[in-house]
């Protein structure tokens, strides 16, 4: 069973830049592909970003270019730097771990999820 706790969330100016961390513990998470999603309120929770164990990354259209997935499978965890932030992109961000090491992007193809951060970018 592997945990997972977000930090790094918190309110930040149109424009501002954030760091989201995500570490594992209770498993490694190993070959597993991770990923970020959000839920802005009033909304349905949806993905963000991805890597797989390669390194090998995916985002939406929307992040690219703004967002950046990594991870350190040494320290067990993932990060998600943000850079020119935007109102709509104030939402709860959630790190999970993918049941598989292939790239996945759908909230059913991953197997643990963390309690989430908030992210809250003002106009």
């Known amino acids: 069973q592997v945990q997972l706790v977000e930090s790094g969330g918190g309110l930040v100016q149109a424009g501002g830049s954030l760091r989201l961390s995500c570490a594992a513990s209770?498993?490694?998470?190993?070959?597993?592909?991770m990923g970020w999603f959000r839920q802005a309120p009033g909304k349905e929770r949806e993905f963000v970003a991805a890597?797989?164990?390669?390194?090998?990354?995916r985002y939406t259209d929307s992040n690219k270019g703004r967002f950046t997935i990594s991870r350190d499978n040494a320290k067990n965890a993932v990060y998600l730097q943000m850079i020119s932030l935007k109102p709509e992109d104030t939402a709860v961000y959630y790190c999970?771990?993918?049941?598989?090491?292939?790239?996945?992007?759908?909230?059913?193809?991953?197997?643990?999820w963390g309690q989430g951060t908030q992210v809250t970018v003002s106009s």
């Open positions: 999970a771990a993918g049941r598989m090491a292939r790239m996945v992007v759908r909230e059913y193809e991953y197997d643990y």
């Open positions: 209770g498993g490694t998470i190993g070959s597993r592909t």
């Open positions: 890597v797989m164990w390669s390194g090998s990354t």
